[in-house]
């Protein structure tokens, strides 16, 4: 249930349709717009009279949320939000990208990496130092040391960092080396972990499972959004098909979908939503056109030699390329790129 106050509704009433709300069962978030302050109550209370609301002194409208996911509805919030992930807005209208190897491999590498991000206009550098592989014997981060060298490489060309956290004993190190956490599609659906990320306060990016719906997503997020984090950013990277001439098969229909039904912003994942590196720059270009609010890039200084991802990985000048393209085609749209 949704309930919003009305313009200039002091912190009086506000506090007493609280205390009604917490009364009655409900638990009561709270989100304050540019001119009113609105009340999510979430709480099962099929009985329950919403007229004892609506008398309420300040109260200007109670309805129902009949989506399963209640915090990401645009019924909770009309507004787009802005995600901030150090002094890079997501879901305003400079679009963000993040770019960076699949894997931290070496010092060397990952500063490398940032180097040409950074001057390319990335404003975001990613890499993972904990890998989920599909096989144990496959390469699985550096750990802390990766997490080190990403920091250190980012702080150097002035860009943000986000990288993966799989496992909630993680969650401190998280707080201690990145600014944004990333969800990988494997753990879509790992709620315990969810819950973790969302409780770090760190902004989360949630990647889409490897077969979810667009609802099962949103509930996802649900998870993260309910400990109090707004920060939320959803990620499209291709969901699994019967079709077998792309690793996955990227969605770009969900784009506006999600822009439809939620307030959070999202960005395209190309790379592996292709895990070709010829198909990458076509898609980045259709995920901007299609409303995307950023893109999420793999780049790697020697793709052939990379130790995960190497043919997803776009070489420098691919992404000093893409970049140059997904300028115009912002422009083109009223957005824009650094």
């Known amino acids: 249930m949704v309930v919003v106050m009305e313009v200039g509704a002091d912190e009086s009433q506000i506090e007493s349709v609280i205390a009604t709300l917490s009364d009655h069962g409900f638990d009561v978030h709270r989100s ?95 890499g993972g130092a904990f890998k989920p592989r599909s096989s144990p014997y496959s390469f699985q981060g550096l750990g802390e040391d990766g997490l080190k060298m990403m920091r250190k490489a980012a702080d150097a060309h002035g860009l943000a960092v986000v990288t993966e956290l799989m496992d909630p004993s993680h969650a401190d190190l998280m707080a201690r080396y990145t600014d944004m956490v990333q969800i990988g599609a494997r753990n879509m659906q790992n709620f315990p972990l969810l819950r973790v990320a969302g409780q770090l306060g760190l902004p989360v990016l949630l990647k889409r499972g490897l077969s979810a719906t667009i609802q099962e997503w949103l509930m996802s997020a649900e998870y993260i959004l309910a400990e109090d984090n707004p920060n939320v950013v959803l990620c499209e990277r291709g969901i699994r098909t019967f079709e077998t001439m792309t690793r996955n098969t990227l969605d770009l229909s969900a784009v506006p979908v999600l822009k439809a039904r939620s307030h959070l912003p999202v960005i395209v994942d190309p790379s592996h939503g292709t895990g070709i590196r010829n198909k990458v720059i076509p898609m980045a270009r259709a995920g901007v056109a299609a409303g995307a609010d950023g893109l999420m890039i793999e780049v790697h200084p020697d793709p052939d ?24 085609i912002a422009e083109v749209i009223g957005r824009k790129v650094v």
């Not at 807005?89 to 990952?110: D, N, R, T, Y």
């Not at 992404?319 to 115009?328: A, C, D, W």
Request: charged share 25%; proline share 4%.
């Open 305 to 328: 030699t990379a130790l995960s991802d190497g043919p997803q990985s776009l070489y420098f000048s691919q992404f000093e390329e893409l970049m140059t393209q997904i300028r115009r």
């Open 32 to 126: 304050s717009g540019s001119q009113r302050t609105v009340l999510g109550a979430v709480g099962v209370q099929p009985d329950f009279d919403k007229r004892h609301i609506e008398l309420l002194e300040g109260v200007y409208t109670v309805h129902r949320v009949s989506e399963p996911y209640k915090f990401a509805s645009r019924s909770w919030k009309k507004e787009p939000t802005e995600a901030k992930v150090g002094n890079v807005v997501i879901g305003g209208k400079e679009l963000a990208v993040m770019a960076g190897p699949c894997s931290v491999e070496s010092e060397e590498q990952i500063h490398a990496s940032a180097e040409a991000v950074a001057k390319a206009g990335a404003r975001i550098l990613r």
